[in-house]
């Protein structure tokens, strides 16, 4: 950052298509593309070294929503609707879900559960958990491309014509989200 000088690369395969941000967490730069998503490993102690792929997660690759993370557990939001959960540092699927809905919008963390929006305007809610279960969802009303934003205890929705704060209820005006 001092210098702006580049590290390293790592080339593309020429098929990947990114959109979606990557995200650092535990060592790991994971790279979401149309093909897969890579989890690189970095050496911090030596930047200029070439990092190492760790594992690549070939089904269900998100092309515009960014992965999150949420303790040990990765979390991949495909455009198609499919949520997959993976523990972080190998890889490994915990679960694999089709929850319905096209995603543009990237989940965002608050209150132990993962929200998104479809492109359709349904808010989702997901437990945050090494087992799956349906998620919570509510029409908003209108279409939305917009990734949910989380400030002061509110859970902020942008659809086409409107903004929309969902928070503590009677919980008190910086509650936790409801």
Known sequence: PRTGEQLWERPADGRDTV????IFAAGLLI???QWGTLALE???ASPSSQPR???RVRRASPQVPTPIVAGDLLYLWSNGGIVSCLELGSGAELWRER???EFYASPVLADGRLWSVTRAGELCALTVDRSFAAPARL???EASDASPACAGGLLLLRTRTHLFALGAGDRGEHGALA
Do not use: C
């Not at 959109?19 to 990557?22: G, H, K, L, R, T």
């Open 19 to 22: 959109v979606a941000s990557p």
């Open 31 to 33: 790279v979401p593309a």
């Open 42 to 44: 970095l050496d911090l």
């Open 53 to 55: 792929e760790r594992y």
């Open 99 to 101: 929850i319905s809905g």
């Open 139 to 141: 029409d908003l009303g």
